[in-house]
Protein backbone atom coordinates (compact mmCIF):
# COMPACT_ATOMS: atom_id res chain seq x y z
CA UNK A 1 0.00 0.00 0.00
CA UNK A 2 0.96 3.86 -0.24
CA UNK A 3 0.90 6.00 2.11
CA UNK A 4 -0.12 10.11 0.93
CA UNK A 5 -1.05 13.03 2.73
CA UNK A 6 -3.86 15.51 0.74
CA UNK A 7 -4.84 18.65 2.92
CA UNK A 8 -2.89 17.13 6.17
CA UNK A 9 -4.92 14.23 6.06
CA UNK A 10 -3.26 10.70 5.68
CA UNK A 11 -4.74 8.05 3.96
CA UNK A 12 -3.21 4.33 2.24
CA UNK A 13 -4.31 3.33 -1.24
CA UNK A 14 -3.39 0.57 -3.16
CA UNK A 15 -0.79 1.07 -6.19
CA UNK A 16 -2.12 2.51 -9.32
CA UNK A 17 -4.54 4.73 -7.24
CA UNK A 18 -5.05 8.90 -8.85
CA UNK A 19 -4.78 11.39 -6.61
CA UNK A 20 -8.60 12.10 -7.04
CA UNK A 21 -9.23 8.88 -6.07
CA UNK A 22 -7.16 8.88 -3.05
CA UNK A 23 -9.02 12.36 -2.06
CA UNK A 24 -12.42 10.25 -2.67
CA UNK A 25 -11.75 7.91 -0.34
CA UNK A 26 -10.90 10.69 2.35
CA UNK A 27 -13.74 12.54 1.03
CA UNK A 28 -15.41 15.80 2.47
CA UNK A 29 -14.42 19.33 1.29
CA UNK A 30 -10.83 18.06 0.23
CA UNK A 31 -11.97 16.08 -3.15
CA UNK A 32 -10.86 18.00 -5.96
CA UNK A 33 -14.18 18.96 -8.48
CA UNK A 34 -14.21 17.16 -11.31
CA UNK A 35 -16.00 17.93 -14.99
CA UNK A 36 -14.54 15.50 -17.15
CA UNK A 37 -13.16 12.10 -14.58
CA UNK A 38 -16.25 9.62 -14.68
CA UNK A 39 -15.04 6.80 -12.43
CA UNK A 40 -17.35 4.07 -14.56
CA UNK A 41 -15.86 5.48 -17.83
CA UNK A 42 -12.52 3.82 -18.82
CA UNK A 43 -9.93 6.89 -19.86
CA UNK A 44 -11.74 9.63 -18.81
CA UNK A 45 -10.17 12.97 -17.25
CA UNK A 46 -7.39 15.08 -18.18
CA UNK A 47 -9.50 17.56 -20.62
CA UNK A 48 -10.83 20.44 -18.32
CA UNK A 49 -8.54 21.11 -15.66
CA UNK A 50 -10.88 21.31 -12.90
CA UNK A 51 -9.11 18.93 -10.50
CA UNK A 52 -5.57 20.61 -10.43
CA UNK A 53 -3.76 19.59 -7.09
CA UNK A 54 -0.24 20.64 -6.06
CA UNK A 55 2.17 18.17 -5.79
CA UNK A 56 4.35 19.52 -2.59
CA UNK A 57 6.18 16.48 -2.27
CA UNK A 58 6.44 13.94 -5.12
CA UNK A 59 7.49 10.64 -2.48
CA UNK A 60 9.82 9.27 0.00
CA UNK A 61 12.19 8.32 -2.46
CA UNK A 62 11.79 12.02 -4.31
CA UNK A 63 10.80 14.54 -1.78
CA UNK A 64 10.72 17.38 -4.54
CA UNK A 65 8.05 18.92 -5.31
CA UNK A 66 6.31 19.04 -8.59
CA UNK A 67 7.49 21.94 -10.91
CA UNK A 68 3.51 23.08 -11.78
CA UNK A 69 -0.01 21.68 -10.56
CA UNK A 70 -1.20 18.91 -11.97
CA UNK A 71 -4.40 17.09 -13.07
CA UNK A 72 -5.00 14.84 -9.72
CA UNK A 73 -7.56 12.72 -11.99
CA UNK A 74 -4.54 11.65 -14.35
CA UNK A 75 -1.60 11.96 -11.86
CA UNK A 76 -0.83 8.53 -9.60
CA UNK A 77 0.13 8.71 -5.95
CA UNK A 78 3.39 7.67 -4.95
CA UNK A 79 4.63 6.76 -1.65
CA UNK A 80 4.98 9.66 0.74
CA UNK A 81 4.05 12.15 -1.25
CA UNK A 82 2.11 15.25 -0.02
CA UNK A 83 -0.99 17.10 -1.94
CA UNK A 84 -2.25 20.33 -1.32
CA UNK A 85 -5.64 21.19 -2.97
CA UNK A 86 -8.10 23.42 -0.46
CA UNK A 87 -4.84 24.18 1.63
CA UNK A 88 -3.27 25.80 -1.13
CA UNK A 89 -3.72 29.37 -2.29
CA UNK A 90 -2.27 28.72 -5.83
CA UNK A 91 -4.67 26.06 -6.16
CA UNK A 92 -7.83 27.90 -5.65
CA UNK A 93 -6.19 30.69 -7.64
CA UNK A 94 -5.97 28.68 -10.66
CA UNK A 95 -8.93 26.92 -10.24
CA UNK A 96 -10.86 30.61 -10.14
CA UNK A 97 -8.42 30.53 -13.96
CA UNK A 98 -9.94 27.59 -15.02
CA UNK A 99 -13.89 28.21 -14.22
CA UNK A 100 -13.24 31.49 -15.97
CA UNK A 101 -12.08 29.85 -18.94
CA UNK A 102 -14.82 27.20 -18.94
CA UNK A 103 -17.41 30.28 -18.74
CA UNK A 104 -15.71 32.32 -21.91
CA UNK A 105 -18.51 30.38 -24.33
CA UNK A 106 -20.63 29.36 -21.41
CA UNK A 107 -24.18 31.23 -21.84
CA UNK A 108 -25.23 32.16 -18.48
CA UNK A 109 -28.73 30.75 -19.06
CA UNK A 110 -29.99 29.12 -15.74
CA UNK A 111 -33.22 30.77 -15.19
CA UNK A 112 -34.05 28.56 -18.67
CA UNK A 113 -31.68 25.97 -18.54
CA UNK A 114 -33.28 22.29 -17.39
CA UNK A 115 -29.28 21.26 -15.95
CA UNK A 116 -30.20 24.00 -13.59
CA UNK A 117 -29.84 23.07 -9.86
CA UNK A 118 -27.74 20.11 -10.56
CA UNK A 119 -25.21 21.59 -12.72
CA UNK A 120 -21.81 20.94 -12.12
CA UNK A 121 -20.50 23.92 -13.68
CA UNK A 122 -23.31 25.92 -11.63
CA UNK A 123 -22.33 25.07 -8.31
CA UNK A 124 -18.66 25.17 -9.67
CA UNK A 125 -18.85 29.01 -10.54
CA UNK A 126 -20.87 29.97 -7.16
CA UNK A 127 -17.27 28.28 -5.34
CA UNK A 128 -15.02 29.52 -7.50
CA UNK A 129 -16.29 31.84 -10.14
CA UNK A 130 -15.84 35.41 -10.24
CA UNK A 131 -19.09 38.03 -10.72
CA UNK A 132 -18.28 39.77 -13.56
CA UNK A 133 -16.43 38.84 -16.71
CA UNK A 134 -13.11 40.29 -18.53
CA UNK A 135 -14.00 38.80 -22.00
CA UNK A 136 -15.12 41.14 -24.47
CA UNK A 137 -14.83 39.15 -27.84
CA UNK A 138 -17.73 37.57 -29.01
CA UNK A 139 -18.80 34.29 -28.19
CA UNK A 140 -19.51 31.41 -30.43
CA UNK A 141 -22.76 30.13 -30.91
CA UNK A 142 -24.05 27.45 -32.84
CA UNK A 143 -27.07 25.97 -35.14
CA UNK A 144 -29.18 23.73 -33.63
CA UNK A 145 -29.09 19.88 -34.55
CA UNK A 146 -31.14 18.00 -34.41
CA UNK A 147 -29.73 14.42 -32.76
CA UNK A 148 -32.92 12.56 -32.69
CA UNK A 149 -35.85 12.25 -30.62
CA UNK A 150 -35.03 11.60 -27.16
CA UNK A 151 -32.29 14.15 -26.28
CA UNK A 152 -31.56 17.53 -27.25
CA UNK A 153 -28.25 18.94 -27.82
CA UNK A 154 -27.22 22.55 -26.76
CA UNK A 155 -23.88 22.67 -27.92
CA UNK A 156 -23.53 25.93 -27.05
CA UNK A 157 -23.35 24.71 -22.98
CA UNK A 158 -21.09 22.16 -24.36
CA UNK A 159 -17.12 22.55 -22.05
CA UNK A 160 -16.30 19.33 -24.37
CA UNK A 161 -15.57 16.45 -21.62
CA UNK A 162 -16.02 14.03 -23.73
CA UNK A 163 -18.07 11.94 -21.12
CA UNK A 164 -20.64 11.46 -23.40
CA UNK A 165 -18.67 10.01 -26.66
CA UNK A 166 -16.76 7.74 -24.52
CA UNK A 167 -20.70 6.25 -22.85
CA UNK A 168 -21.28 6.45 -26.37
CA UNK A 169 -18.14 4.38 -26.99
CA UNK A 170 -18.24 1.96 -24.22
CA UNK A 171 -21.91 1.12 -23.74
CA UNK A 172 -23.35 1.30 -26.64
CA UNK A 173 -23.13 -0.77 -29.85
CA UNK A 174 -22.11 1.55 -32.18
CA UNK A 175 -21.15 5.47 -31.77
CA UNK A 176 -22.71 7.72 -34.07
CA UNK A 177 -21.81 11.10 -32.54
CA UNK A 178 -18.39 12.28 -31.53
CA UNK A 179 -15.81 15.92 -31.22
CA UNK A 180 -16.10 17.14 -34.72
CA UNK A 181 -13.31 19.92 -35.28
CA UNK A 182 -10.42 20.92 -33.38
CA UNK A 183 -9.40 24.09 -30.88
CA UNK A 184 -12.04 26.66 -30.86
CA UNK A 185 -14.37 24.78 -33.91
CA UNK A 186 -14.66 21.55 -31.65
CA UNK A 187 -18.00 20.59 -31.44
CA UNK A 188 -20.38 17.63 -29.93
CA UNK A 189 -21.83 16.54 -33.60
CA UNK A 190 -23.63 13.21 -35.24
CA UNK A 191 -21.86 11.63 -37.94
CA UNK A 192 -24.11 13.43 -41.23
CA UNK A 193 -27.10 13.88 -39.09
CA UNK A 194 -27.49 10.31 -37.61
CA UNK A 195 -29.78 10.02 -34.53
CA UNK A 196 -28.63 8.96 -31.39
CA UNK A 197 -31.05 6.06 -30.45
CA UNK A 198 -28.78 2.96 -29.01
CA UNK A 199 -30.21 1.52 -26.08
CA UNK A 200 -27.88 3.38 -23.43
CA UNK A 201 -27.42 6.46 -24.86
CA UNK A 202 -29.78 8.31 -22.68
CA UNK A 203 -27.13 8.27 -20.27
CA UNK A 204 -25.25 10.44 -22.35
CA UNK A 205 -27.75 13.21 -20.37
CA UNK A 206 -26.92 11.87 -16.85
CA UNK A 207 -23.15 12.02 -17.09
CA UNK A 208 -23.12 15.32 -19.01
CA UNK A 209 -22.09 17.48 -16.13
CA UNK A 210 -23.78 21.32 -17.86
CA UNK A 211 -27.17 21.52 -19.70
CA UNK A 212 -25.73 20.11 -23.19
CA UNK A 213 -27.53 17.61 -23.41
CA UNK A 214 -31.30 16.93 -22.30
CA UNK A 215 -34.16 14.60 -21.46
CA UNK A 216 -36.57 15.81 -24.58
CA UNK A 217 -39.42 14.31 -22.60
CA UNK A 218 -38.30 16.40 -19.70
CA UNK A 219 -37.45 19.50 -20.87
CA UNK A 220 -39.49 22.63 -19.72
CA UNK A 221 -41.79 20.53 -17.43
CA UNK A 222 -40.73 21.75 -14.54
CA UNK A 223 -37.45 23.12 -12.01
CA UNK A 224 -35.78 20.22 -10.75
CA UNK A 225 -35.77 21.45 -7.04
CA UNK A 226 -39.47 21.43 -7.16
CA UNK A 227 -39.69 17.67 -7.75
CA UNK A 228 -39.88 14.80 -5.36
CA UNK A 229 -36.97 11.72 -6.17
CA UNK A 230 -38.08 8.35 -5.11
CA UNK A 231 -35.81 5.25 -5.58
CA UNK A 232 -37.41 2.42 -7.30
CA UNK A 233 -36.35 -0.73 -9.33
CA UNK A 234 -37.88 -3.08 -11.82
CA UNK A 235 -37.16 -6.22 -13.10
CA UNK A 236 -35.51 -5.14 -16.10
CA UNK A 237 -34.03 -7.95 -18.94
CA UNK A 238 -31.47 -4.98 -20.16
CA UNK A 239 -30.44 -3.03 -16.98
CA UNK A 240 -30.45 -3.58 -13.36
CA UNK A 241 -33.70 -1.27 -13.56
CA UNK A 242 -32.41 0.66 -10.71
CA UNK A 243 -33.93 3.89 -10.73
CA UNK A 244 -34.91 7.81 -9.36
CA UNK A 245 -37.72 8.92 -10.53
CA UNK A 246 -38.66 12.57 -10.43
CA UNK A 247 -42.68 13.31 -9.17
CA UNK A 248 -44.28 16.65 -9.45
CA UNK A 249 -47.69 15.53 -7.73
CA UNK A 250 -48.96 12.41 -9.19
CA UNK A 251 -46.94 12.30 -12.17
CA UNK A 252 -43.15 10.73 -12.76
CA UNK A 253 -41.83 13.57 -14.83
CA UNK A 254 -38.45 12.08 -15.22
CA UNK A 255 -36.91 8.68 -14.55
CA UNK A 256 -32.75 8.97 -14.62
CA UNK A 257 -29.95 6.94 -12.68
CA UNK A 258 -29.24 7.50 -9.47
CA UNK A 259 -26.50 9.81 -8.53
CA UNK A 260 -23.37 8.91 -5.88
CA UNK A 261 -22.15 12.07 -3.84
CA UNK A 262 -20.10 12.55 -6.32
CA UNK A 263 -22.83 13.45 -9.07
CA UNK A 264 -21.52 9.76 -10.91
CA UNK A 265 -24.28 7.55 -11.28
CA UNK A 266 -24.08 4.50 -9.22
CA UNK A 267 -25.06 2.16 -12.52
CA UNK A 268 -26.15 3.12 -15.68
CA UNK A 269 -29.77 2.63 -17.09
CA UNK A 270 -31.33 1.42 -20.77
CA UNK A 271 -33.41 3.64 -22.84
CA UNK A 272 -36.66 1.69 -21.95
CA UNK A 273 -36.52 2.19 -18.26
CA UNK A 274 -35.41 6.17 -19.12
CA UNK A 275 -37.78 6.88 -21.43
CA UNK A 276 -40.49 4.87 -21.78
CA UNK A 277 -41.79 3.52 -17.88
CA UNK A 278 -43.36 7.05 -16.75
CA UNK A 279 -46.30 5.18 -14.53
CA UNK A 280 -45.83 4.78 -10.83
CA UNK A 281 -47.25 1.01 -11.38
CA UNK A 282 -44.16 0.39 -13.70
CA UNK A 283 -42.04 0.31 -10.30
CA UNK A 284 -41.45 -0.91 -7.05
CA UNK A 285 -41.01 2.25 -4.83
CA UNK A 286 -38.06 2.14 -2.23
CA UNK A 287 -38.60 5.71 -0.72
CA UNK A 288 -37.79 9.07 -0.91
CA UNK A 289 -34.04 9.55 -2.32
CA UNK A 290 -31.42 10.86 0.28
CA UNK A 291 -30.28 14.59 -1.00
CA UNK A 292 -27.30 16.26 -0.12
CA UNK A 293 -28.41 19.29 2.10
CA UNK A 294 -26.02 21.34 0.17
CA UNK A 295 -28.07 20.88 -3.06
CA UNK A 296 -31.45 22.98 -4.20
CA UNK A 297 -33.18 19.69 -4.74
CA UNK A 298 -33.15 19.23 -1.02
CA UNK A 299 -35.42 21.98 -0.82
CA UNK A 300 -39.24 20.85 0.82
CA UNK A 301 -37.75 17.54 0.63
CA UNK A 302 -38.28 15.27 3.13
CA UNK A 303 -37.20 11.41 3.87
CA UNK A 304 -39.35 10.76 6.66
CA UNK A 305 -43.33 11.28 7.87
CA UNK A 306 -42.22 11.88 10.85
CA UNK A 307 -41.28 15.46 11.63
CA UNK A 308 -38.11 15.86 14.22
CA UNK A 309 -39.52 16.89 17.56
CA UNK A 310 -38.27 20.37 18.94
CA UNK A 311 -37.40 19.52 22.59
CA UNK A 312 -36.65 22.49 24.50
CA UNK A 313 -34.21 22.38 26.66
CA UNK A 314 -35.54 24.49 29.85
CA UNK A 315 -37.42 22.12 31.88
CA UNK A 316 -39.85 24.27 33.00
CA UNK A 317 -40.98 25.43 29.33
CA UNK A 318 -40.88 20.99 28.43
CA UNK A 319 -43.54 20.79 31.25
CA UNK A 320 -45.59 23.72 30.55
CA UNK A 321 -45.76 22.59 26.71
CA UNK A 322 -45.62 19.10 27.58
CA UNK A 323 -49.20 18.06 25.93
CA UNK A 324 -48.01 19.55 22.85
CA UNK A 325 -44.96 17.70 23.19
CA UNK A 326 -46.39 14.93 23.73
CA UNK A 327 -48.73 15.54 20.50
CA UNK A 328 -46.03 15.91 18.06
CA UNK A 329 -43.74 13.22 18.85
CA UNK A 330 -47.21 10.59 18.51
CA UNK A 331 -47.11 11.59 14.50
S1 LIG B 1 -22.24 17.42 -24.55
FE1 LIG B 1 -22.00 17.34 -22.30
S2 LIG B 1 -21.08 15.30 -21.94
FE2 LIG B 1 -20.80 15.75 -24.14
S3 LIG B 1 -18.76 16.72 -24.28
FE3 LIG B 1 -20.27 18.38 -24.09
S4 LIG B 1 -20.36 18.82 -21.86
FE4 LIG B 1 -19.39 16.81 -22.11
S1 LIG C 1 -11.46 16.05 -13.87
FE1 LIG C 1 -9.30 16.07 -14.06
S2 LIG C 1 -8.94 17.19 -15.84
FE2 LIG C 1 -11.11 17.12 -15.73
Not at 15 to 28: D, H, S, V
Not at 83 to 95: G, H, K, M, P, W
Not at 161 to 188: F, K, N, S, W
Request: net charge negative; hydrophobic share 35%.
Amino acid sequence: MLKVTIDGITVEVEPGTTILNAARQIGGDIVPPAMCYYSKLEGSGGKCRTCLVKVSKGSEKDPRPMPKLVASCRTGVMDGMEVQNITSEEVLTARKGVVEMLLINHPLDCPICDQAGECHLQDLSYEHGLQETRYEFERRTFDKIDIGDKIQLHMTRCILCYRCVMVADQLTPERVHGVLGRGDAAEIGTYIEKAVDNDFSGNMIDVCPVGALTDKTFRFKNRVWFTKPVDAHRDCPTCSGKVALWYKGEEVIRVTGRKDEFGEVEEFICNECRFDKKNTSDWIIEGPRKISHKSVISANHYDSLHPTPVIPKNPALLEANKEQFERTTKI
